[in-house]
């Protein structure tokens, strides 16, 4: 129901207590831009209080690089456009930039003539900052996504080059996309952040072993996106070999796998030192091709996070040890 009454006290208090009650701040400015009026809203968004604010230039509210905003406003003001609602940022009496949608609107008197603007202002800062993470979730599940299949691409590429039998590419295949998709697994467990070090290898072997005959031990390591994915295609070429020829493939092996966090001198960044180690088996003579996981160990692994590893095949069975940079393993390599 409108409002009908000819007592312009009346109206006044009306439209006073509505500016008042509004969830949005609403400022009112004279034409040389100094603060005229303020609500509650106002106050709660900025965190001045109104005697703080009023008479105070509105500059005041413009943080470095929109300065140059306000007087462009009020050129606008006093022609008496009205300007559309436009997204940007002020600055709160604590420094802190929020994001706001504007909308000013010229203030006329009895006689027509502009004396001044209002502006309705409106936190955005919420949506703003949803809008933020779902572009950032949608770059990083578009970067985790061609990680993925370039991964795949290259044990396809790799694996065919290295067992062109049509059924053994098969086996190896796709012993290779289960590791694959357990390190999945785990990172979406750890929503995309992070899977620690030990998880990773009893994941790993729990599906292929007794873990009776399996040692494990070393301090607790967060792995970023792209080292478990790394780590997990080289944990399962050690333990397919190991189930082939090596500790896992007779009851009288053992295998222990063992990491420590080493600090370089001079300086030098820590890195992890891992031992894969197993016993109770006679090795046959080192073998002389150097198929896809050997390279895959002893090259990819270097390129990919920045370390060495030392493949021995001795008497008892094969020992590898992982040198790898921190840093590089826990960082969010899959992230844009």
Known sequence: MPLETDDANVAENWLAAIIESSDDAIVSKTLDGFIATWNAAAERLFGYTGLEAMGRPVTMLAPAGRRDEMPDLLVRIRRGEPVDAYETRRRHKDGRIIDVLLRVTPIRNG?????????????ISDRIAAERRQRRLSDELNHRVKNTLMTIQSMATQTLRH???????????????????????????????????RELIARNLASFADRACITMGGPMIRLGPEATVTLALAFNELTLNAIASGALSRPEGRLSVTWEIRACGDGGEPRLHLDWIERGVRMRAEPT???????????????????????????????????????????SAFAP
């Open 289 to 331: 091709r150097r198929g896809f996981g050997r390279r895959f160990l002893e090259d990819g692994m270097c390129r990919q996070l920045q370390g060495d590893v030392t493949l021995a095949f001795e008497p008892e069975g094969v020992r590898c040890r992982f040198d790898l940079l921190l840093t590089a393993l826990q960082s």
């Open 111 to 123: 006689s027509g003539k502009v004396v001044g603007a209002s502006k309705v202002v409106r936190d």
């Open 163 to 197: 067992t062109p039998d049509p059924a053994a590419f098969r086996h190896a295949f796709e012993a290779r996309l289960v590791a694959v998709s357990r390190a999945h697994d785990l990172l979406e467990a750890g929503r995309w952040e992070s899977v620690e070090l």
